[in-house]
């Protein structure tokens, strides 16, 4: 399968009186969203801080939605679409990420949502999502071992942003991080000792039922970092948004 012609990843601030309005969406736009012109793949996803995975974590005041478009003619009518007005009457703030996938993984929801990318070089920001189906006899020996790895991203050099990302409060979890380059990513992943024991783990443990790993190319961000958690000073000449 080819790679989409273009990822995008939307994500909403909302007021805490608006809570009710956000459920209510995330209950009646994914069918909506996965039928708009141009639309391959899309999830509306829950978000958190991504210091842990249970419902203590979630953050009701901020949303997502993640779509693989056919082209980016196709994921320009989203700000239009239905969907994209409904989130964008209750949002206070928001932030477009443009995104071309390097390399994926793995499948959700029995799809490979990413194709088969290309790779190529990549010199500015990338971002790595993360996604699991935890297995609900393995939940427990999952959290436990989660907290180490949070605290080394927090402190890793290079990360610009990073939220947890979810479909439902428990079982159904995922991470999302921004790095302001492919060799800050590496190095977290492969050299960092707590996150190298996770993937050493992994296999050995069966956490997971389903599993996803994803690389992008951050080709734009438009509209409020702030919304990402964006912490970095002085962004590259590759992240052009407005904050």
Known sequence: MSPPGLVTLHVWRIHPVAVPGALLRMAVHPP???????????????????????????????????VAWDSPAAAAGFDASPVGRSWARIARSSVRLELRPLT????????????????????????????????ARRAVTFWRAVPPVAAALHAAPGLLARFGVG?????????????RAPADLVAFAYRQPEH?????????EGWYAEELFARFAVDDVVGDRAVLGWVAEGDPETARGHA
């Not at 994926?104 to 999502?129: D, H, K, M, Q, Y």
């Open 32 to 66: 909506r969203l996965r039928r708009a012109p141009g639309v391959r793949f899309a999830k509306l996803l829950g978000t958190g801080t991504g210091t842990g995975f249970g419902p203590g974590d979630a953050d009701p005041t901020r949303w997502a939605a993640l």
């Open 104 to 135: 994926s993984r793995g499948a959700w929801s029995g799809r490979r949502p990413f194709g088969e990318p290309s790779g190529g070089p990549v010199t500015g920001p990338v971002l790595a999502l993360t996604r699991a189906r935890l297995r």
């Open 167 to 179: 479909e439902a409060p428990l079982g159904w979890q995922g991470t999302v991080s921004v790095w």
């Open 196 to 204: 190298r024991a996770a993937i050493t783990r992994t296999p050995a």
